[in-house]
């Protein structure tokens, strides 16, 4: 089983700020790696598929990078709306695994 | 509208059994892979099941031999059995669709539906 670590747990920032978002794979998943975002009490919704493609609708400010096993979700200027939880997920293999998540806060 | 619905959730005692179903509308249902994807209270995310459009099946080793996944095209449903429920399993489930051209990538997730497995 590939195991995704995400880092920080938490990151504290102000409306504005750079956020730099960390996933870390116990093994290589060449690009296969899927961002989403979760606000509280919502359902996760799609950001970033295959390391660096963009979803539907997603604003640019959201961007990702990355190949085999370390990976950077980044957002360019946090808006209101982005403090959320953010986790990672792999689709190179079996079973499929998501990272533990990072919380995005207000400072 | 693009929508996914999850129903069945609700409290069971250990060793009990439960369907969930989930109905899809406002897209190709039947051209889709399905998924169900849980979140334990507090917790994160855990992948459960995969069912293609041809029906290939896939678990996750937790509940191996304890869940059966399937599918009514005709429908537009998605269902999980779940037998031999244990406190472990209590979590919100999410029905996933994945997206039509890139593999195990979910694009559209149901509201959820809670189940509590207590005695």
């Known amino acids: 089983e590939i195991v995704l670590t995400q880092s920080p747990a938490t990151l504290s920032l102000s409306p504005g700020e750079r956020a730099t978002l960390s996933c870390r794979a116990s093994?290589?998943?060449?690009?296969?790696l899927i961002w989403y975002q979760q606000k509280s009490g919502q359902a996760p919704s799609l950001l970033i598929y295959?390391?660096?493609s963009r979803a539907t609708g997603i604003p640019a400010r959201f961007s990702g990078s990355g190949s085999g096993t370390d990976f950077t979700l980044t957002i360019s200027s946090l808006e209101p709306e982005d403090f959320a939880v953010y986790y990672c997920?792999?689709?190179?293999?079996?079973?499929?695994?998501f990272g533990g998540g990072t919380k995005v806060e207000i400072k | 509208e693009v929508q996914l619905v999850e129903f069945g959730g609700g409290l069971v005692q250990p060793g009990g059994s439960l369907t969930l179903s989930c109905e899809a509308s406002?897209?190709?249902?039947?051209?889709?892979?399905m998924n169900w994807v849980r979140q334990a209270p507090g917790k994160g995310l855990e992948w459960v099941s995969h069912?293609?459009?041809?029906?290939?099946?896939r678990y996750a080793d937790s509940v191996k031999g304890r869940f059966t996944i399937s599918r009514d095209n005709a429908k537009n449903s998605l269902f999980l059995q779940m037998d031999s429920l244990r406190v472990e399993d209590t979590a919100v489930y999410y029905c996933?669709?994945?997206?039509?051209?890139?593999?195990?990538?979910?694009?559209?997730w149901g509201q959820g539906t809670m189940l509590t497995v207590s005695s």
């Open positions: 996933a669709s994945e997206l039509e051209t890139t593999y195990h990538a979910f694009d559209i």
């Open positions: 295959d390391a660096s």
């Open positions: 406002g897209f190709a249902f039947s051209g889709r892979r």
């Open positions: 069912i293609s459009r041809e029906s290939g099946i």
């Open positions: 093994q290589s998943i060449d690009n296969y």
């Open positions: 997920q792999q689709r190179r293999s079996w079973p499929l695994t």
